[in-house]
């Protein structure tokens, strides 16, 4: 977004991408993948679940884990070929390869074949994005104890897949799983789900996960994760000490990303990282006067959307335009079914702030319809003067 929105008003724009399609995070092994499983798994659900009661008789569906995971590949090729098109209509150079700082003013770009090209440039925008973090004592290893990358790839409906982390991956990967057969267990530090959101989320997505079969452990601190070969086996303990264990075929690693700088040449220019992250003023400028830096390698919401809002905003600067953001209304949503959808403060936040307020909730139960269309979890709620 950020180097559209720089051609757009005027400027000779490039981008440098190690991997061979564009789009990333978000567009090859995140949002769109997982949506597009979310609603296979959905229909799935449904018409297993809810059908007969809209007076749909069928015969009893069955996966077809094989497509569903083709299709999601399709959506991703025809995503990223559409950024590759935009690339070209907006006469962006696209550089393949890995970008690294040589000075401010110059970039060196390495290919897969290790040969290295320079280019040189007026202004920089940092837009490495993250990477899932591992646990310390357990990392990745692609197999069993997987992120959310290969959770998207899998060759197999997994039996039981562990989840480690309530948060955002684990509920809407989980709940994918879930819904097409897999049991589902998460385990979580805190003592909430979705605990950046508003608490009330947390406690009503806890009762839809269980609905769906899904058993939750809050408050338990994994101690030790292995792949024994053909199963992970898990320990975790509650406050009390009490230990919990849990052996299972999969276990989905979702405790958060981390800022991904590797590689870059920070050093070069004199960026140094603070708890990972490239420190920005409120122009998103680093230290380094003609060097920029947007999205999750940042600080603020690990969200495509925003860091597309913070493109847009170095871009329009640049230009000497004054655009503005207000971080405060940039939505966030969780994928499961129902969705959870959050803008503002939550009331958690509005309370250690000593804020005053009034808290309004609706039931969906309460509304005609979302009976109509057999949708009645969860409500709204408003933390609000
Ligand atoms: P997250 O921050 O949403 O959730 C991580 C969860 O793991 C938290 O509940 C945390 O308390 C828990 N946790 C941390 N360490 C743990 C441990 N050792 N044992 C057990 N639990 C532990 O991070 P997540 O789900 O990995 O997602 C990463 C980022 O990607 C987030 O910033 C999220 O906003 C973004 N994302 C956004 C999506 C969306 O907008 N729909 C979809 C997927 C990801």
């Known amino acids: 977004m950020a180097a559209i929105r720089c051609a757009q008003l005027g400027f000779k724009t490039a981008i440098i991408e190690k991997y061979d399609t564009l789009g990333g995070t978000c567009l090859n092994v995140g949002c769109i993948p997982s949506k597009a499983l979310l609603d296979s798994s959905e229909h799935f659900h449904n018409a297993g679940h809810t059908f007969k009661e809209h007076g749909i008789d069928i015969a009893a569906p069955k996966v077809n884990f094989g497509q569903m995971i083709k299709r999601k590949g399709g959506v991703v090729k025809a995503n990223v070929d559409g950024i590759a098109y935009l690339m070209k209509k907006n006469k962006i150079d696209v550089h393949t390869g890995v970008g690294s700082f040589v000075d401010k003013n110059t970039i060196k770009i390495t290919g897969k074949d290790g040969k290295d090209k320079t280019i040189t440039t007026e202004k920089v925008i940092i837009a490495t994005g993250s990477k899932p973090t591992p646990l310390p004592f357990a990392p990745f290893d692609k197999k069993r104890i997987i992120s959310s990358t290969e959770a998207l790839e899998l060759k197999e409906v997994?039996?039981?897949l562990i989840v480690i982390g309530g948060g955002v991956i684990g509920m809407e990967l989980g709940s994918v799983y879930a819904r097409i057969g897999s049991k589902v267990t998460v385990v979580e530090f805190l003592d909430s789900l979705i605990p950046t959101m508003d608490g009330t989320m947390g406690k009503e997505l806890l009762k839809v996960a269980k609905k769906l079969g899904m058993d939750v452990f809050l408050g338990h601190k994994v101690t030790s994760l292995q792949n024994t070969g053909k199963e992970v086996a898990l320990k975790a303990e509650d406050k009390s000490g009490k230990i919990l264990e849990l052996?299972?075929?999969?276990?989905?690693?979702?405790?958060?990303r981390r800022p991904y700088t590797d590689g870059l040449?920070?050093?070069k220019v004199g960026i140094e990282t603070v708890k990972g992250q490239i420190p920005v003023d409120d122009h998103l400028k680093t230290r380094v006067?003609?060097?920029?830096?947007?999205?999750?390698?940042?600080?603020?919401?690990?969200?495509?959307h925003k860091a597309e809002e913070e493109g847009v905003l170095v871009a329009e600067q640049l230009a000497g335009q004054k655009p503005h953001i207000n971080y405060n209304l940039i939505p966030g949503v969780v994928y499961t079914w129902p969705e959870v959808a959050s803008v503002g403060f939550t009331e958690e936040q509005l309370k250690q702030a000593g804020r005053a307020y009034k808290v309004g909730n609706f039931p969906y139960k309460a509304l005609g319809r979302a009976r109509a269309s057999m949708d009645l979890d969860g409500l709204v709620k408003n933390s609000s003067r």
């Open 289 to 304: 006067d003609n060097i920029y830096a947007i999205g999750d390698v940042v600080r603020g919401a690990m969200l495509a």
């Open 158 to 160: 997994p039996k039981h």
């Open 265 to 267: 040449g920070l050093d």
């Open 247 to 256: 052996k299972g075929d999969y276990c989905l690693v979702s405790i958060g």
